[in-house]
């Protein structure tokens, strides 16, 4: 399961980096960047992988996942962070932006780490809080700033 934190507030993107599969534990990567923006990926890897490949063919209609013959219990969310602000994607691909007060998340553990900021938590003490109460989620944490972006470093 997942928990990726969006903000432009804080002008980044993070997640944790677990994936659970029968029990086992993984470490995989949920962030990347693209021409200039950070992705943040929740629900099937299956999914997620089909949606990066997508976006870094530069959205090629050749290349566009079609998942019209998913599962209910399929899932696919995603965030996008820039200097133009925050969309969303969920699993028919389609986005729209968002207008976050603070913060955004996707994910089991959203929630929580949303509540733990609310609460004045910096953006690593939330994600520690989500890992102590959500076995789904862990470390380590990947975070993706909007100068990590302008840099080229991401």
């Known amino acids: 399961m997942t928990c990726v934190i969006a903000?432009?507030?804080l002008k980044l993107i993070a997640a944790d980096s677990r994936e659970?599969?029968?029990g086992v534990h993984y470490q995989v990567p949920k962030l990347?960047?693209?021409?200039?923006?950070?992705?943040?990926?929740?629900?099937?890897?299956?999914?997620?992988g089909q949606f990066e490949t997508w976006v870094k063919s530069?959205?090629?209609?050749?290349?566009?996942p079609d998942w019209s013959g998913i599962k209910e219990d399929e899932s696919f969310d995603a965030l996008e962070i820039s200097a133009a602000g925050i969309?969303?994607?969920?699993?028919?691909?389609?986005?729209?932006p968002?207008?976050?007060?603070?913060?955004i998340g996707i994910g089991n553990g959203s929630d929580l780490a949303i509540g733990a900021l609310e609460a004045g938590a910096s953006i690593e003490d939330a994600f520690e809080i989500v890992f102590r109460r959500?076995?789904?989620?862990?470390?380590?944490?990947?975070?993706?700033?909007?100068?990590?972006?302008?840099?080229?470093?991401?």
């Not at 969309?87 to 729209?96: E, F």
């Not at 959500?134 to 991401?154: E, S, Y």
């Open 87 to 96: 969309r969303r994607w969920d699993k028919h691909l389609a986005s729209w």
């Open 134 to 154: 959500n076995g789904l989620c862990g470390p380590p944490i990947r975070t993706i700033t909007l100068a990590d972006i302008r840099k080229g470093v991401a």
């Open 58 to 64: 530069g959205f090629d209609d050749s290349k566009k």
């Open 32 to 48: 990347f960047t693209y021409a200039g923006k950070a992705y943040g990926l929740a629900g099937d890897s299956w999914m997620g």
């Open 20 to 22: 659970s599969v029968n």
């Open 98 to 103: 968002v207008s976050e007060p603070k913060w």
């Open 7 to 9: 903000s432009m507030k």
